[in-house]
């Protein structure tokens, strides 16, 4: 069975492209799509971010985004399991005493605080937008998660370990912006905006 890393080297091929004008096209860094069609992982900060190029690039050479991902996943296996794993340890309690105590509030608190997390965890990443116009062009500035991926008006937009994000449009300039931010696990925040260059 092909890896995703052939099928997407054969594909660019058949179509007779070069990986710089894919990278054009699509917006993705040549350096990822060079990962991609390596098999470099080295150049990714997580999975799921390299899961977005994969569906992106898939998607502009015909590919099922889905189903190259899902190769993709499979090729890489086992490199990203063992990430973010909560670790537990085991309290033991001698007496019915302020041990027993101090125990329940630790599990207490301790639960508390994976249910927070729980909770964050399978929430779409927070959104902050700031739109300005500055002499013919659309500045749009933003926060999220650093580990979100960010598209704004169907273009990847490069987000800083910070969590932070910039893009300017020149004329024509939009009418409408749509941000889109996406979680690791896929979850989706959509805001859209009227452009304030009108």
């Known amino acids: 069975m092909k890896t995703a890393q052939e099928i997407f080297r054969e594909e660019r091929r058949k179509k007779g492209i070069s990986l710089k004008f894919v990278s054009e096209k699509t917006k993705i860094p040549l350096k990822y799509l060079e990962g991609i069609e390596k098999g470099n992982h080295q150049v990714f900060p997580n999975l799921h971010y390299a899961q977005l190029y994969v569906r992106d690039y898939a998607k502009f050479l015909g590919l099922s985004p889905q189903g190259m991902a899902s190769l993709f996943r499979r090729d890489w296996s086992g490199e990203w399991k063992g990430k973010n794993v909560l670790h537990r340890r085991e309290v033991k309690i001698k007496s ?3 041990g027993a105590i101090v125990a329940g509030i630790i599990g207490t608190l301790a639960g508390a605080y994976l249910l927070y997390q729980y909770i964050l965890f399978n929430s779409p990443p927070p959104l902050r937008v700031k739109l300005r116009c500055e002499e013919k ?3 749009i500035e933003g926060r999220t998660k650093a580990d979100a991926g960010v598209k704004i008006n169907e273009e990847i937009t490069r987000v800083s370990p910070q969590g932070e994000f910039k893009k300017e449009f ?6 409408k912006v749509v941000i889109e931010v996406k979680s690791p696990i896929g979850k989706i925040r959509r805001r859209e905006f009227l452009s304030p260059c009108r």
């Open 170 to 175: 020149r004329a024509p300039l939009p009418e």
């Open 137 to 139: 062009k659309l500045i």
């Open 96 to 98: 019915w005493g302020k």
